[in-house]
T-cell receptor, first 110, second 113 residues
């Protein structure tokens, strides 16, 4: 079992719809979780961090965390073509080291 | 403010040759990380510097990889001698605190032929 698992996609989403991305992790002691967005050929960019159970909203993005189920998700509302990218789920290990999932490719179709 | 910069952006070398990758972190960031993404796999941790000290080098694949951060500013990652399986994109990231909120460079793509 991988430490951080994501569906690779691609996840095809019509423009204006909600994109729902899922991530599960194996280490029950994990406390800090992140979503990074990576456009093709570019650097990963932090878009959300979440540390407590529940929802955290930032603009069109909502991160959800359920530590009991070891599950993190990211919702993108009103999806735009500019949201087409690979979304990386990451779990913090010691000293800020991150364990990444393989990423979910999102394609927003006009 | 300049972001994390990496050089070269792309390097093509023959098996057995040496390559040195450089990373300039954001000014003032004590934490510097190297990661690698091999084709089709997830981004994997290589090592972590706090200032000039190696805090964690548990992800370094083998002793063909040598990382340095002299003076606690820029860092270099040398691969000597390079093997085919070393091909991939090498990312550098930095942060002020070790919270996991990292700023990444655009990566150095290494192709070993």
């Amino acid at each position: 079992q991988k430490e951080v698992e994501q569906n690779s996609g691609p996840l095809s989403v019509p423009e204006g719809a909600i994109a729902s991305l899922n991530c599960t992790y194996s280490d029950r002691g994990s406390q800090s979780f992140f979503w990074y967005r990576q456009y093709s050929g570019k650097s990963p960019e932090l878009i959300m961090s979440i540390y407590s159970n529940g929802d955290k909203e930032d603009g069109r993005f909502t991160a959800q965390l359920n530590k009991a189920s070891q599950y993190v998700s990211l919702l993108i509302r009103d999806s735009q073509p500019s949201d087409s990218a690979t979304y990386l789920c990451a779990v913090k290990r010691s000293w800020g080291k991150l364990q990444f999932g393989a990423g979910t490719q999102v394609v927003v179709t006009p | 403010e300049a972001g994390v910069t990496q050089f070269p952006s792309h390097s093509v070398i023959e098996k057995g040759q040496t390559v040195t990758l450089r990373c300039d972190p954001i000014s003032g960031h004590d934490n510097l990380y190297w990661y690698r993404r091999v084709m089709g796999k997830e981004i994997k941790f290589l090592l972590h510097f706090v200032k000039e000290s190696k805090q964690d080098e548990s992800g370094m694949p083998n002793n063909r990889f040598l990382a340095e951060r002299t003076g606690g500013t820029y860092s270099t990652l040398k691969v000597q001698p390079a093997e085919l399986e070393d091909s991939g994109v090498y990312f550098c990231a930095s942060s002020q605190e070790n919270t996991g909120e990292l700023f990444f460079g655009e990566g150095s793509r290494l192709t070993v032929l």
